[in-house]
């Protein structure tokens, strides 16, 4: 009994020590992230005018006047704020290589060297996926998406968009588009190396559809169907995508453990 009670102190003993590694590196891994977008925002500063300038070229396409399209702000220091966001954006791109490689090493843990090096390897193929979210949604999205919005109902309504609301919904589309077309290549690099299985998404289906219908609502604040599935219809390919090339990575994974 007393062996047993001295083994049970162990476990519990090396759980907590496990626990508190696992804070550390938590810890260690979100202060790089930080630094990284820190660093990043501070470039940002330097170019988030011209970054709200070219913004601002899809608002100014549908104005009433597009010779004037100035945007409105209604509190002393919404354009401050409106500057800060753009700049955190430019930051939030110029660090997701390094932000991608701290949160998959963070959770794939005690990865051998040989895996490890492919998830760094992985970084600059999912760094262009992010890229080409942000483009698919500049070019795809949100021309769309405004347009409907502005021409809906006009006989009741008259858009007079804020800086803040505007910019807050492209940026926001615009960045969290990108991240979403990282995860088919994730996914492919977790089942590489024999995380992920295209069984377990395939099942997980209906999970991936309340995911996306979540996202969508948490990406374009909005509740008109249109731009729900206009962000839906693309996560739900993504995810289709990622099922894919799992299958690919599994036999990756299969044909080098051999």
Known sequence: ???????ETQDGHEMRMAFLEHLAEL????????VAIFVGTVIGFFFSAQAIEVLQEPFCEIAA???????????????????FRVALLLGGILAIPLVTYQVMAFITPGLTKRERRIVFMSIPAITILFLVGVLFSWFILIPPALTFLNGFLPNLFDPEWTADGYLSFTTSLIFWMGVAFETPLVFFVLSVIGMVTPKALASNW????VAASIAAAVIT????????????????????ISILLTFVGIRINQARNK
């Open 221 to 240: 604040p909005t509740i008109d169907p249109v731009n729900m599935f206009l962000v839906m219809g693309p996560l739900l390919a993504l995810y289709v």
């Open 65 to 83: 006047n597009p010779a004037d399209c100035e945007f409105t702000t209604l509190n002393p220091t919404d354009n401050i704020m409106v500057f």
């Open 1 to 7: 009994m007393a062996h047993q009670t001295t083994q």
């Open 206 to 209: 209906r999970i991936a559809i």
């Open 27 to 34: 810890r260690d891994r979100g202060l790089r992230i930080f």
